[in-house]
Structure formats: C-alpha cells, structure tokens
C-alpha cells in the first residue's frame, strides 16, 4: 500500500482491527500490509453492516479536511459526539411527533382500539464494555406481541436463546440468570441462529407493514439498550441497516393514549410520560399467574421475569386506564387477567395444574440451574455417579445383617457380672506434695539465712500502728521517749 494513500474507512477500520487484536495478544510485525493480508480482517469488513461501514466512510472524510478537530476524553471527535448527540435528540423528536400523529389521526376517525401496536422485551445474560463508551447485552430470551385496545394481545412471538459466554463473564452470567430469570446459556432447545430469529421476526410484523416500513417495535426505557443491542444483532444477521427494526419508547405510547381516553370521556388533566414510567415500573400485575412461558411456569419464582408475561403485563397497564374511558369493555383474559374462582369445580382443576408443577419440577438434565447451596443437580450427578465395577464391589463388601430374637434373650439365664476394674490412685501433682506454710507467716525466701518462722520477730519500727505513718512506706522512724503523734483531723484516730 502506498505511503501516501488517503484514508478510507477500510484503513481505519484495519487500524482499530489491529489495535483490538494486539490487546489480545497478537503481533503485527508487518505493520498495517500485514493486517491487510489477514484474512479474518477481510472478512469481518465484508460481513459489516451498512451503517458500520458508513461511520468509517464518515470519519475518513473529517481525516480528509483536516482532521476531526477537538477530542475527547477518550479519544473521540467532538464534532461526532455532537452529531451523534443530536441524532438522538433528532429521533426523540420524530418518535414524539409520529406516536401523536398515529393517535390523534386515530381518534378523528374514531378507530383507536383497532390500532395495533408492537410490544418488545429482551432478557439478558450479561453486558459487555464497547470502544465506543456503549454496552452491549448478551440476549437470552425475548418476546414480540401484537397489543390493541379492543382485542388485546392477539398473537406473541417468544424465543429461548443459546449462547456460549465468554471467559470472564461467566460469573456475572451466573449472577443475573439466577437473580432474575434463571435461564441456562447452553440450554439445548434454544435458539442461536440470528438470522433465523430475525427472519422470524420480520414474518410476524409482516401484517402491519406500510410500504416498506415495518412498524414500530415499542419497549420501556428500563430495558431499552437491551432491546436495541438485541436488535443491532438481528440486522447484522440478514445485512441490513439498523434502521429496519425501530424501536420507540412505551412509555410515549402510553401517555397519548391515556391522554386520548381522557379527552374521550371530557378530563381536562394530562398524563405525563413520567406519570407512564411509574406505572410501567410498579407493574401491578406482576404477580399474575398463567401469564409466562412453558418454561418459566416450572421455575417458582421466576413468572415476573419471563419476557412473555411482561408483554402481556404491559398491555394489561394500559388497558386498565384506557379501556373504560374509550368505551370498550373489559374482558378478563384479553383486557384483564383471568379470574380465580374458588368454587368445587375449579378448585379441582386448580389442584391437578398444581400437581402437574410439582411432578414437572425436574425440566431436563441439561438445565444447570442451581440449588441453595451453589452445586448444580449436573455436577453432584457427575460427582456422585459410581461405575459398574465400582458398584459391584460395593454389594460384595456388603456386612452380614444380624437378628437379634428378643424372646429368646428373654428366657436366658442372666449372664454374670463383670468385675469392676480397680480403681486407680493418680498421684498428686509434684507441687502439691511439699507442705504448705502456716498461713499469716512469712515464706522462707524472705528469711535472710536459715532463720526459723517462730524465731523472727516484729517491732514497731518496721509495722507502726495506723494513722502514724508519714508518707509511703515504713514511715518516719522516732526515738522510743518520743511522744506519738495524734492522726490529723479527718484522718480518724491513732489505734495504739
């Protein structure tokens, strides 16, 4: 390549290439000819999507001019964070003006419980840190439903993914599946095909295109970033631009409806999309039962998570506030959740639903959910498990069972006693043996010489009596004609 060839997208794509992979260890002697010639970079160039390759296109025209200008922090233009940062204030206008658009138009022609909306939800397994100062989640499960106003959800598409995690991620993975909705990574039903799943997804929106637009997929802010990098995968698969699959806020949605039911029965007040987010977030039906998937509903505890049922929840929500106000009748298992009634009849049915749960509790030896102590049921059976050699040995070790016949012990002579074993002296300890000194006596270390106890003498110089002495110690000493001194006052009284 020639020194002084211009940049392109492609040399800056080989330039963030080769530095992504000389952090993982590889070298490039070659310098950027090298990086050329490797065929994985070529390949991954190949297979990147438009909207990639039209960011490098982009960044190779500011190189162009003159260079990029300020950067930032971390290395990035500044005139591309300004641009990206009013791309996305750009798209919040466009999506507030289309969803207002959609709902007042509705309301003219008085058609809007026949409009149909999308409703998207994406689990994960962990997020990942990007070049870009972006997160990208591992998906592990998502739903798709076709919500209206008068029919409710009529149609939901649901899908388990099959991933493998990378090193280092495995705990977190762990973490957030058993906190939240205790999917396995390497579970053998789902899916792991992308392409597959994003054909999937473009024949259920099929029915609701305009044109060759798809409509709109709308999800919570919450779980937002989730849906997009789920998507952003979905489009990588089939080599399309990001923009195939729009993804709106619920939350937007929400609020013009709600405020559509209003104006309809004659309310002045106006519902806020913060109003809308806090009643997304409580989430009043989320203790709902027979609202997951067939896998969540043999995990106890798991329902509130299933992608499926939080759909479902989400058109629940709003059609609990707009519903009634539009006119339109509230049916329990399209518009609210099916009633439980405790009559005989259903009292049965409801005990043989429970009964099947506890005899399915097991789902499949391939799950590697994990018990209250941190083992897997997978692990203690390939721990525990004993070859045939190793269980015939132990049946031949076996011990012989004996029978004991109490009647007969019954009818035995009693058999004789044992003698008692003597009882034996324990010496004191070597201490304990000398004899102990009178007591008020002084010990001999304190005899100088060899002088006797009985033979040692007190006087009053050396003990005076109480309230004699002077300071510390002995005291003063005083002649034996001198008169002896009276205990001051306070001090009590002389005892001799």
Same mark, same amino acid.
């Given at each position: 390549? /020639?020194?002084?060839?211009?940049?392109?997208?492609?040399?800056?794509?080989?330039?963030?290439?080769?530095?992504?992979?000389?952090?993982?260890?590889?070298?490039?002697?070659?310098?950027?000819?090298?990086?050329?010639?490797?065929?994985?970079?070529?390949?991954?160039?190949?297979?990147?999507?438009?909207?990639?390759?039209?960011?490098?296109?982009?960044?190779?025209?500011?190189?162009?001019?003159?260079?990029?200008?300020?950067?930032?922090?971390?290395?990035?233009?500044?005139?591309?964070?300004?641009?990206?940062?009013?791309?996305?204030?750009?798209?919040?206008?466009?999506?507030?003006?289309?969803?207002?658009?959609?709902?007042?138009?509705?309301?003219?022609?008085? $058609?809007?419980?026949?409009?149909?909306?999308?409703?998207?939800?994406? $689990?994960?397994?962990?997020?990942?840190?990007?070049? $870009?100062?972006?997160?990208?989640?591992?998906?592990?499960?998502?739903?798709?439903?076709?919500?209206?106003?008068?029919?409710?959800?009529?149609?939901?598409?649901?899908?388990?993914?099959?991933?493998?995690?990378?090193?280092?991620?495995?705990?977190?993975?762990?973490?957030?599946?058993?906190?939240?909705?205790?999917?396995?990574?390497?579970?053998?039903?789902?899916?792991?095909?992308?392409?597959?799943?994003?054909?999937?997804?473009?024949?259920?929106?099929?029915?609701?295109?305009?044109?060759?637009?798809?409509?709109?997929?709308?999800?919570?802010?919450?779980?937002?970033?989730?849906?997009?990098?789920?998507?952003?995968?979905?489009?990588?698969?089939?080599?399309?631009?990001?923009?195939?699959?729009?993804?709106?806020?619920?939350?937007?949605?929400?609020?013009?409806?709600?405020?559509?039911?209003?104006?309809?029965?004659?309310?002045?007040?106006?519902?806020?999309?913060?109003?809308?987010?806090?009643?997304?977030?409580?989430?009043?039906?989320?203790?709902?039962?027979?609202?997951?998937?067939?896998?969540?509903?043999?995990?106890?505890?798991?329902?509130?998570?299933?992608?499926?049922?939080?759909?479902?929840?989400?058109?629940?929500?709003?059609?609990?506030?707009?519903?009634?106000?539009?006119?339109?009748?509230?049916?329990?298992?399209?518009?609210?959740?099916?009633?439980?009634?405790?009559?005989?009849?259903?009292?049965?049915?409801?005990?043989?639903?429970?009964?099947?749960?506890?005899?399915?509790?097991?789902?499949?030896?391939?799950?590697?959910?994990?018990?209250?102590?941190?083992?897997?049921?997978?692990?203690?059976?390939?721990?525990?498990?004993?070859?045939?050699?190793?269980?015939?040995?132990?049946?031949?070790?076996?011990?012989?069972?004996?029978?004991?016949?109490?009647?007969?012990?019954?009818?035995?002579? /009693?058999?004789?006693?044992?003698?008692? /074993?003597?009882?034996?002296?324990?010496?004191?300890?070597?201490?304990?043996?000398?004899?102990?000194?009178? /007591?008020?006596?002084?010990?001999?270390?304190?005899?100088?010489?060899?002088?006797?106890?009985?033979?040692?003498?007190?006087?009053?110089?050396?003990?005076?009596?109480?309230?004699?002495?002077?300071?510390?110690?002995?005291?003063?000493?005083?002649?034996? $004609?001198?008169?002896?001194?009276?205990?001051?006052?306070?001090?009590?009284?002389?005892?001799?």
């Amino acid at each position: 390549m /020639p020194k002084k060839t211009k940049p392109n997208g492609f040399l800056l794509f080989m330039m963030d290439y080769r530095k992504r992979e000389e952090r993982k260890g590889r070298s490039f002697r070659g310098g950027i000819q090298e990086v050329q010639n490797d065929p994985q970079c070529n390949q991954e160039w190949q297979s990147m999507s438009v909207d990639k390759k039209a960011e490098y296109n982009r960044r190779a025209k500011d190189c162009k001019k003159g260079g990029a200008g300020k950067k930032t922090g971390t290395g990035e233009s500044m005139d591309a964070v300004e641009r990206e940062k009013m791309r996305k204030v750009e798209f919040a206008q466009n999506m507030n003006d289309e969803i207002e658009s959609i709902v007042a138009m509705a309301m003219e022609f008085g $058609n809007l419980p026949l409009i149909k909306f999308n409703f998207i939800h994406s $689990n994960w397994f962990h997020t990942r840190s990007l070049e $870009n100062n972006e997160f990208d989640y591992i998906p592990a499960e998502f739903a798709v439903s076709e919500f209206s106003l008068k029919d409710g959800v009529t149609k939901i598409y649901h899908q388990i993914l099959k991933t493998e995690i990378r090193c280092g991620y495995t705990r977190e993975a762990m973490e957030t599946s058993q906190e939240t909705h205790q999917l396995p990574w390497n579970l053998q039903c789902g899916e792991d095909r992308f392409e597959v799943m994003a054909e999937n997804l473009k024949e259920f929106l099929k029915p609701g295109m305009d044109g060759n637009k798809y409509p709109a997929l709308y999800t919570s802010r919450q779980i937002s970033p989730a849906v997009k990098a789920l998507i952003k995968r979905l489009t990588h698969s089939l080599n399309v631009p990001n923009e195939t699959f729009i993804v709106y806020e619920l939350e937007v949605l929400f609020k013009y409806l709600r405020n559509a039911a209003m104006q309809k029965a004659g309310v002045v007040d106006s519902f806020h999309t913060v109003m809308a987010e806090y009643e997304l977030i409580k989430d009043a039906f989320s203790f709902t039962p027979g609202l997951d998937c067939d896998f969540h509903k043999n995990l106890d505890g798991t329902s509130q998570f299933c992608s499926m049922s939080i759909v479902k929840r989400w058109a629940f929500t709003i059609c609990d506030y707009c519903c009634e106000n539009l006119g339109v009748e509230m049916l329990h298992g399209v518009h609210l959740p099916l009633k439980i009634h405790s009559d005989q009849s259903n009292m049965s049915d409801t005990m043989s639903v429970l009964s099947e749960k506890i005899n399915v509790m097991q789902i499949q030896d391939t799950i590697g959910i994990k018990s209250m102590t941190g083992v897997s049921k997978e692990y203690r059976t390939r721990v525990s498990e004993r070859t045939d050699a190793e269980e015939q040995k132990r049946r031949n070790d076996k011990r012989t069972v004996t029978v004991v016949k109490y009647g007969d012990l019954a009818n035995s002579p /009693p058999a004789e006693p044992e003698p008692e /074993p003597a009882p034996v002296t324990v010496p004191p300890p070597k201490e304990y043996q000398i004899p102990l000194r009178r /007591p008020h006596s002084i010990s001999h270390a304190h005899i100088a010489g060899k002088q006797k106890e009985d033979e040692h003498t007190y006087n009053e110089s050396e003990f005076p009596s109480l309230g004699v002495s002077v300071g510390r110690g002995n005291g003063a000493r005083r002649k034996d $004609n001198e008169p002896r001194p009276g205990a001051g006052r306070g001090r009590g009284i002389a005892l001799s």
